[in-house]
């Protein structure tokens, strides 16, 4: 594994041609559950158990490493500062992988959702306040987060109209908006505010290879369990 990373590390290619790291990025998978299905883990599994849940958590585990590298590469646009306050609106996979990347910048992290099964697991990776927003006023949870001072950058995790216009509510004058999450319905709003508050505005869909290369040490690190957001895993014949 420390081979990959070495090799990585001296690839040479264009920023965008992401291919040669995806594969690596595979191979980095399929190392991390060989590592995983030991014979401790699989002693009471059989053999086409085995083959059906290595096979599935290749694949949930792929899926997680797509978001962490679109949300590396939007974090790093944002120009996050040691001490920023930072909202995330949407605790799922996006979420929570962009929670874990601005807790290692050294933001403080404010997470809101209205499940509170996720917002507890944002919890367990370090978010430093929860919102049920079914339960708490968003606002109110954000002035006393801040000081009354609005967010530096806010992060839009579920491509939702309400979440967006949520995120220029509570962002402070000249801060950062990122837009990760992607929407299909239609946001209606005066664009004038964001005028008024100086809003810098980034959407962000691909990444970069020091993104790929970033995720890879972070999950080879193993400092952060991404598994914890696999839900369950089943068997092939149980899928409707």
Do not use: W
Not at 208 to 226: C, P, Q, R, Y
């Amino acid at each position: 594994m420390n081979d990959i990373l070495e090799n990585l590390k001296n690839l040479k290619i264009g920023k965008k041609n992401i291919i040669l790291v995806a594969i690596a990025v595979l191979i980095m998978v399929l190392l991390l559950v060989s590592e995983f299905l030991t014979p401790e883990n699989t002693e009471n599994i059989s053999k086409e158990n085995t083959e059906i849940y290595s096979s599935q958590y290749i694949e949930k585990t792929e899926k997680e490493l797509n978001y962490l590298e679109t949300v590396t590469d939007a974090l790093s646009r944002a120009e996050i500062k040691e001490g920023d306050n930072l909202l995330i609106m949407g605790a799922g996979p996006i979420g929570l992988f962009a929670m874990i990347k601005a807790k290692a910048m050294g933001a403080r992290v404010m997470i809101a959702d209205m499940l509170e099964s996720r917002l507890n697991l944002a919890k367990e990776y370090g978010a430093d306040m929860i919102v049920n927003v079914k339960e708490k006023d968003l606002h109110e949870s954000a002035l006393e987060f801040t000081n009354g001072n609005g967010f530096d950058v806010c992060v839009e995790a579920c491509g939702a109209p309400e979440t967006f216009l949520s995120c220029i509510d509570e962002a402070s004058h000249g801060a950062n908006i990122i837009l990760i999450g992607n929407g299909k319905r239609n946001t209606d709003f005066l664009h004038s505010i964001i005028l008024k508050k100086e809003l810098n505005i980034f959407g962000s869909r691909n990444a970069f290879t020091k993104d790929f290369e970033e995720l890879i040490n972070l999950v080879a690190s193993g400092k952060v369990d991404v598994m914890k957001m696999v839900s369950g895993i089943y068997k092939k014949e149980d899928a409707q």
